[in-house]
């Protein structure tokens, strides 16, 4: 009897314990959600790569296509697919039925516009013409098929046209009469796109407020989206814990990641994608023109233990640029390039004119005071570099770190002014063609490395539609650039969202925000 | 008067000149620059970037820029900003209510808090009041203003959940909403003011009620409180206001500070993202504003004094 009443219980239990997570699982609509921005100056198109800008952007525009959650490849959004009838040409397939957003002085209340291939082919020019900020690569012509048909034809084969995040993915949709009517200034105050939210009003640098967009093809659940600025990143995190606001979408502290990770109120949600962080040389500059110098500073350098002291478990050590979540390059074998091995590296200078001749405990270089100064910009990755300033340091090097603005310290490395230097990129796809591309030397490339057989290969990889032959040019062109030491890598940092556990399926941006897709869609579970 | 005012006005022409000059010059010869900053951006559009950098002049010498941002200016075009390609006219006009608004909460909490201690304290010299009051202005004095300001955030705002942790409102903010809202950074911004018109007003004060028409006047009779505000304060009110009109400058400064921190977007909050981009119209268009503000305030303070005592002339 004991035992059927058992059963019985168990039973009613689990289907409880199912229904609950049936309910949980079920969409609510309402609410809004209320996202934190450090700065919102202005909403004009192209013009900065800031994250809270173009974030807010990606909700009010559609784009041809977005970067999958789960491995950065593209997948379908205003465009439903493309094809590549052969490697120089695109075709994209728009999606029909899709509106421009109404009540606004282009399109009246009631009077929405279908988007069609010549509102994409006017968009991609107007990108073209107007971005600072993303660059599209070398396109030969965009041209309407049909209704719903575009053509992009490339002077050479273009795969990073669909597969980077920062090119044809940062592309909004816009109508051509709203740009001719109201001028590129008055578009940026009144956006008129076809994303999921529509624009309702914005205050520079206080708040931009998004209601849902009736119409969408997808579901919206949300009444409305709020991007509330709040500049200082621990009055973000006081405005989370006070329930102001409702995700903090980059988390730039470490720190308060392990802080927020031990509340129960709040999800620390990592970012699929992160940063490269690494020691740069002037590949231009004695002594750090010797690759031999540059090889030997590394082997004085106890990377593991200064990266783990400082970021915990919120990064991986690096041994090349690209790291293991971009789907080609990641060369796992590079590891043998590095190791700690001081007596080798102190050995390798005494060989290349560096000795302690005053005897002051550090070595000097053909008689002259050496000295290294790594420049840096605020951020996390200032304590790790003082680790590794100190160890030189016990090493006999009179190394020191020096914390500079960063308008500062950009202009000294693109106008050449720095020798060694904290480098780091967005570990995106092609961080790495733009950080060692002797092409990209007075702009990314602060290292000033100018390696013809690097920029053929690389040149080449730019070509490669294939992944795999992609991804086998793209580790030869790392290998010897690394091989000549023009950087040290140290590690890769994890980006993380902190989000309030009421919202739900919130996806950390990558080649900007997604809060509608065919992949997630956000609603608040109050 | 008038013609004290014209010469005032006149002379305020090559003091903004040579502002905007001084500048002009600081920021060309600092280290950093908005287009390296631009051009340092992995995904940057060089091509682009070398074309708005011809269009703007940047690539030209600095005092040759200066010429092109004064015929401009002179035309009433501030330029536009190098960072968000927006007129800074336009940008600056969006944002200086809000600084007003602050500055303006900020005297009056100042005042409101300075007046009475200082007056009383001054009344009842050496008693619990008045070491109270001028341990009060030492600490208003003394704190560093965001220290300040994140404790009150800490404690209003997130531990009590009595008050907004951000400056103002962005949607449908009615004016008791917007007061609501400026109390924190008021206060934050306001404590240094209100410390030192608090010990100002109490030195004047003793110093006034020590003088022989306040004996005179209580010794015909008049009550101690009509000693003090009708006789003592408004003789002791003119180097308050002096410091007050002084004081103002500081505030507009100490504003780039409160308004980071309390998110309020001013136009402090827009000079500090400039200077961080280095972006040259808009600092040159912010420091000028900031610097006609405070000359015009100082103009102000100069026909306060006549209407406050007769016996000035400035003719």
């Known amino acids: 009897m004991l035992r059927k009443a058992f059963t019985v219980l168990v039973v009613i239990a689990l289907l409880l314990g199912g229904l609950t997570t049936v309910f949980a699982a079920t969409p609510k609509s309402g609410g809004t959600l209320r996202i934190a921005a450090s700065s919102l100056q202005s909403l004009q198109l192209y013009k900065t790569a800031a994250n809270d800008i173009t974030d807010s952007q990606s909700v009010i525009f559609d784009r041809l296509f977005i970067l999958s959650k789960d491995n950065f490849k593209p997948i379908p959004s205003l465009a439903e697919g493309w094809t590549n009838p052969n490697p120089l040409t695109w075709v994209f397939s728009i999606r029909k039925g899709v509106l421009f957003h109404d009540d606004n002085s282009v399109f009246p209340k009631g009077t929405r516009r279908e988007v069609t291939a010549d509102d994409v082919v006017y968009s991609i020019g107007f990108m073209q013409k107007t971005s600072t900020a993303w660059t599209l690569g070398p396109i030969t012509s965009v041209k309407a098929l049909d209704r719903y048909t575009v053509e992009i034809t490339t002077e050479t084969p273009q795969p990073f046209l669909v597969n980077d995040p920062n090119r044809l993915c940062r592309m909004c949709i816009i109508p051509k009469e709203a740009i001719e009517k109201l001028g590129e200034d008055g578009f940026a105050k009144h956006p008129i796109g076809t994303g999921p939210y529509k624009f309702k009003s914005f205050s520079p640098d206080s708040g931009l407020l998004l209601v849902k967009n009736t119409s969408y093809y997808l579901p919206t659940y949300l009444d409305a989206v709020e991007f509330v600025v709040i500049p200082d990143p621990l009055a973000q995190s006081i405005a989370l814990q006070s329930g102001e606001i409702d995700i903090i979408k980059h988390l730039f502290n470490l720190e308060m990641a392990t802080s927020f990770e031990k509340n129960t109120k709040f999800d620390v949600v990592k970012s699929g994608g992160g940063s490269y962080r690494g020691i740069g040389f002037n590949t231009t500059i004695a002594p750090y023109n010797n690759p031999a110098v540059r090889k030997a500073i590394s082997m004085l350098l106890d990377i593991d233990t200064a990266y783990k002291a400082v970021i915990g478990n919120h990064g991986e050590r690096a041994y090349g640029q690209v790291p293991p979540w971009v789907p080609f390059g990641y060369d796992p074998s590079l590891k043998n390039l590095w190791s700690y091995d001081p007596a080798q590296g102190l050995k390798i200078l005494a060989a290349n004119g560096f000795k302690d001749q005053d005897g002051d405990g550090f070595l000097e270089l053909n008689g002259k005071p050496f000295k290294i100064e790594i420049k840096t910009l605020p951020g996390s990755q200032v304590k790790t570099l003082t680790i590794l300033a100190t160890q030189l340091r016990e090493k006999g090097i009179n190394a020191s770190v020096l914390t500079q603005d960063t308008a500062v310290w950009a202009d000294d490395l693109v106008k050449g002014n720095t020798t060694v230097f904290f480098d780091y990129s967005f570990a995106g796809t092609t961080g790495f063609h733009s950080l060692f591309h002797g092409n990209m030397i007075g702009a990314a490339n602060t290292h000033f490395y100018n390696n013809p057989e690097v920029n053929r290969l690389l040149d080449e990889a730019l070509t490669k539609i294939k992944f795999d032959e992609l991804s086998t040019l793209w580790k030869k062109a790392q290998r010897l650039v690394f091989e000549d030491t023009v950087g040290i890598p140290l590690y890769f940092e994890y980006s993380y969202s902190v989000v309030s556990k009421k919202v739900v399926d919130f996806v950390p941006p990558w080649g900007g925000l997604t809060l509608v897709s065919s992949e997630n869609n956000v609603w608040l579970n109050k | ?315």
């Not at chain 2, 502002?19 to 682009?48: K, Q």
């Not at chain 2, 941002?69 to 209510?97: C, H, N, T, W």
């Not at chain 2, 008021?186 to 030192?196: P, Q």
């Open chain 2, 1 to 315: 008067m008038g013609k004290y005012l014209a010469r005032r006005i006149l002379t305020t022409i090559p003091v903004l000149v040579g502002i905007s000059f001084i500048v002009f010059a600081l920021v060309s010869f600092a280290p950093g620059d908005s287009i390296s900053l631009m051009l340092s951006n992995e995904t940057v559009n060089v091509e682009n970037v070398e074309k708005l950098k011809t269009e703007l002049g940047l690539d030209r010498p600095w005092y040759i820029q200066y010429v092109m941002y004064m015929e401009k200016l002179l035309k009433g075009d501030m330029g536009r900003s190098v960072q968000f390609s927006r007129p800074v006219a336009e940008m600056i006009g969006e944002k200086i209510g809000n600084t007003f608004k602050l500055t303006i909460f900020s005297c009056l909490v100042s005042l409101c808090i300075a007046i009475p201690l200082g007056v009383l304290a001054a009344a009842r010299r050496r008693s619990v009041f008045d070491y109270s009051a001028t341990a009060i202005a030492l600490v208003g004095v003394s704190m560093p203003s965001f220290y300040l300001g994140l404790l009150l955030i800490l404690f209003f705002g997130l531990k009590l959940g009595w008050l907004p942790i951000r400056g103002l409102p962005t949607y449908d903010s009615t004016l008791f909403k917007q007061i609501r809202f400026l109390i924190l950074p008021s206060i934050t911004l306001g404590s240094s003011m209100a410390g030192i018109l608090t010990r100002l007003t109490r030195a004047t004060m003793i110093e006034a009620l020590g003088q022989d028409f306040a004996r005179t006047a209580r010794a015909k009779g008049q009550s101690e409180i009509g000693v003090l505000f009708k006789h003592a304060f408004p003789n002791a009110f003119l180097p308050i206001l002096t410091t007050f009109g002084m004081q103002f400058g500081s505030l507009l400064g100490g504003a780039v500070i409160i308004e980071t921190i309390f998110s309020l977007p001013g136009l402090g909050m827009l000079a500090m993202n400039a200077v961080k981009f280095r972006d040259l119209p808009l600092i040159q268009g912010t420091v000028l504003i900031f610097a006609v503000c405070f000359v015009a305030v100082m103009l102000i303070v100069d026909i306060l004094y006549v209407i406050i005592d007769p016996r000035i002339r400035y003719d």
